[in-house]
């Protein structure tokens, strides 16, 4: 039981229920392989399913120009020699992969340095007591263009925040982990998530248009709405439900005060804001005029403009620079060593995902080359079309199927790389932008993060929790975080819908439906 709460027996019956439904989920993550397994597992499905669709002599038309597709074997002598010569370019070449790295090492530089931890201290220390919770949440928003900063950073920095207010801790932990997890896919800049995920969107676009590009920001103006809709939302669900749930905290005086900035970071600080603020105007020269040395050079367009194109280029300039000046300012970067160590560590973190991505590559390759994804893209865009489903209940169902795989499948980018191939083919066949099933997908992979076992950080996330209340367990988080998923699917809903019916674009040059 929360310390605080009145005990009731009647809620027993209820956790149980609860505890047993989420046990049987852990139980059924756990059960699956490693994603990097999975991956290998399904490309070797695909050497398998394409020799037995190619004797069965599976076809489909491209309704696009009417020629008739059917699957090319892996399980043969050609397609042997195709796998051999390609394994090294599948895994090099793979869109995600150069675009994850270089921005990383920027973001490595901010982040070793202690800009991101002190910029995220000051934001919620110096916020009015009536706008805590939300500037919580939105601090936890805006901790994703790190990855997963705020996770480690944020979370118990929250609970103490509160704590020190006379508030429950548990709440402002609440409060920090909807904002890091459930608003995972919003943010007011671009961050390491988003050229992931456009890259593995591309790559899918591709099995259709060859030449189909999108570039990282392709969701940036309705992730930019989502940032604030979320914070909204998750105010609102910490102040009447979590907060009157938990009622008040019985170990009151049990966490030091939070401390505030030193001197030392508050100089980091002003020397990040400043060199910020050149880069900024050295962008802006770029980028306002109409001759600008950042647009495109023929035709004088922003949009398919060196600047968009390079856009992670930009992340990893704008986080290497502000991370210099605050590391250099501060005291934390003592040489050119310190800096390099930034970067070393930012890889050493992504070893995983390149393990992950040498597999997740070959099974989209195999995936593009057989033909498969365009065969069943084809098929599965025909029983769509005849379902007579209208776009926007299409996409809340896409929607939905995500959330859903999110509770057994913690990882954003390994099921994109799995779901990509199959259903972004699919919507471009009906009209749809790779974009907005991008940006769909996006919805309910955050929503539903608060509330999923499989979601790598879900373990810290207990232990935080326990940590105020040593009986808590994973019923316990579910519990005080469903309110919060259920909120942020429904409202990102009704958010996507109404820009579905104003006819928005999700981001430079995104629109909703494809030129026919």
Known sequence: MVPGMTKDEN????????????????????????????????????????????????????PRDGALIQPVSLLSRDGLHWILEHLIVNFTGFAPLGTVLVAMLGIGVAESSGLIATSLRLLVHAAPRRLLTFVIVLSGVMSNMASD???????????????????????????????????????????????????????????????YRITPACNYYFMFV????????????????????????????????????????????????????????VLLMGLVPANGFLRN????????????????????????????AYGLAAGTFRNDADVVKGMRLSMETMSLFMVLVFFAAQFVAFFKYSNLGLVLAIKGAEVLKASGLGAIPLMLSFIVMSATINLLMGSASAKWAFVAPVFVPMFMFLGYTPELVQGAYRIGDSASNIISPMMSFFAL?????????????????????????????????????????????????AGLYLAQ
Do not use: C
Request: no cysteine; aromatic share 8%; net charge neutral.
């Open 11 to 62: 809620t027993t019956p209820k956790r149980n229920l609860i505890s047993g439904f989420l046990s049987t989920v852990e139980r059924a993550g756990n059960a699956l392989p490693h994603p990097a397994t999975l991956f290998a597992l399904f490309a070797l499905g695909i050497i398998v399913l394409s020799r037995v669709f190619a004797e069965l002599g599976l076809s489909a038309v491209n």
């Open 297 to 324: 050079a023929e035709t004088g367009s922003v949009l398919h403009s060196p600047f968009m194109h390079g856009i992670v280029g930009v992340i990893f300039i704008g986080g290497l620079l502000a991370g210099l």
């Open 149 to 211: 900063v705020g996770y480690v950073l944020l979370l118990p920095l929250g609970a103490i925040i509160f704590l020190s207010v006379g508030r429950h801790p548990i709440a402002g932990l609440a409060a920090a982990f909807a904002g890091v997890s459930g608003g995972f896919s919003a943010n007011l800049l671009l961050g390491t998530i988003d050229p992931l995920l456009a890259g593995l969107t591309q790559e899918a676009a591709q099995i259709v248009d060859p030449g």
């Open 461 to 509: 996330i207990v232990a935080f929790v326990q940590k105020y209340d040593p009986k808590a367990g994973i019923g316990t988080v579910i519990a005080t975080m469903l309110p919060y998923s259920v909120v942020f699917m429904v409202a990102w809903m009704l958010l996507l819908t109404v820009w579905m019916l104003l006819g928005l674009p999700l981001g430079p040059g």
């Open 226 to 281: 989502s940032t604030f809709m979320i914070a909204g939302a998750g105010t609102w669900v910490t102040e009447k439900v979590v907060v009157p749930r938990l009622g008040e905290y019985e170990h009151k005086g049990a966490e030091a005060e939070l401390q505030g900035l030193t001197g030392a970071e508050k100089r980091g600080l002003v020397s990040a804001l400043l060199i910020s603020i050149v880069l900024a105007v």
